[in-house]
């Protein structure tokens, strides 16, 4: 998607993350810091780390808006190249925890490339920008953090306006 990159990509030195983005608990460092800074800032948000769920299970990191305690967002990340560091198996598993917590979004990261997810009829879609328009789409077609940041910027602004 053309448009304006997002703006951690003008931050003092992230032209060197990218490339250190392997190790699973760097990954959720970042996008952690990425959201709590540019998309999902305290006090009207918190993000919490290791989400406990109905299940049992933890979301790597789950966003919920404080006034109202609307479940936004839960993000699962995985390391490059690791067990379970599949798309499919890790967006099956941020699934479990939308349903659990309630959250409408779903975020997956794994290296330096995202997908974002929402339920969808009967299944999880990802949510794509298709002429400009973001709707939810079958398939996973990851986003880079650096290459396609004007598309993150619009999902995760798009995410944070909910109500």
Known sequence: M??????????????VIPALMDDESFVNGV?????????????????????????????????????????MLCYEGKVK?????????????????????????????IGREVVFVTPYLSDLYELQIQRGVIRPAKGHHPLDISTDSASIHAILTLIQQQT
């Open 31 to 71: 996008w952690a810091g990425i959201l709590a800074s540019r998309y999902f800032a305290f006090p009207t948000f918190v993000i919490e780390p290791e989400k406990y769920t109905k299940s049992g299970s933890r979301a790597d990191l789950f966003v919920h808006r404080i006034a109202d305690g609307h479940p």
């Open 2 to 15: 053309a448009g304006t990159p997002a703006p951690y990509t003008t931050s003092a030195g992230f032209g």
């Open 81 to 109: 190249g690791g067990k379970g560091a599949a798309f499919d198996e890790a967006i099956v598993q941020a699934g479990k925890y939308m349903k659990d917590t309630g959250a409408k979004y779903g975020m997956v990261g």
